[in-house]
């Protein structure tokens, strides 16, 4: 069945420094619909962009992901992070496949420091 | 738009009782999935309904665990001779139509404990 990987389980940033979470995914089916969602402290997870052009870059809120079929990654970037990015985020994935159920990875907490 | 209402906030239960949540999705939209949340596990996807009809229920327990949505207007997911594992955040989420491309709207969870 679908499924995603986020390797990292936490990533500690310096506030300025630049942000790469990694996202990879597995499907049979070739037209996957990738998302990426954030949750922040005592809160329910939200959008934060989601993608489902090959090669295509999406931006939300100052983060950026690129959807790349030959590699099945869908990386969450930013070029700097800030203390109000301190969060967990989570890759998700669905498609026709999957009967359109979204499959979430294991998330990645990311910490900025001052 | 009140978006996606889960209640109980917080169920607390003895081993071996049963706990029922339940979920209102937002209204208008036919998509209504759950998910349990740990710290080890992340988000787990349990079942989903597509206009009131299950689709996929591969993540339910399924000795104890049972879903139903018996009108457009709310769902509910009920978990019989509880145990301490089951203790998480139980997430519910709505999407317009469930067809993938959707953003999924969560509520606000509920969070169960057994002791």
């Known amino acids: 069945g679908d499924s995603v990987t986020q390797t990292e389980g936490l990533v500690t940033l310096t506030e300025g420094l630049p942000v790469m979470l990694n996202c990879t995914y597995q499907?049979?089916?070739?037209?996957?619909?990738l998302f990426w969602y954030v949750q922040h402290l005592n809160e329910s997870p939200r959008l934060l962009l989601k993608?489902?052009?090959?090669?295509k870059r999406t931006e939300h809120q100052g983060f950026h992901a690129t959807l790349h079929k030959s590699s099945s990654s869908f990386h969450l970037q930013k070029s700097s992070a800030q203390l109000s990015d301190s969060a967990l985020y989570y890759c998700a994935l669905s498609d026709l496949a999957g009967g359109y159920k979204v499959v979430f990875g294991s998330g990645t907490r990311l910490l900025v420091s001052p | 738009n009140a978006g996606v209402i889960q209640t109980p906030r917080h169920k607390v239960t003895g081993k071996g009782q049963e706990a029922t949540l339940w979920c209102e999705p937002i209204?208008?939209?036919?998509?209504v999935f759950w998910y349990r949340q740990t710290i080890v596990q992340g988000l787990e996807f349990l079942t989903y309904f597509r206009n009131q009809a299950p689709i996929d229920d591969s993540g339910m327990p399924k000795e104890r665990f049972s879903a139903q949505m018996p009108n457009q207007s709310h769902s509910t997911l009920k978990i019989q001779s509880t145990q301490p594992q089951d203790s998480a955040v139980y997430l519910c989420?709505?999407?317009?139509?469930?067809?993938?491309?959707?953003?999924?709207?969560f509520g606000s969870g509920t969070r169960l404990t057994v002791l």
């Open positions: 499907t049979i089916y070739s037209n996957p619909f």
């Open positions: 993608s489902f052009t090959d090669n």
């Open positions: 989420a709505s999407s317009l139509a469930g067809t993938g491309a959707e953003t999924l709207y």
């Open positions: 209204s208008g939209h036919s998509a």
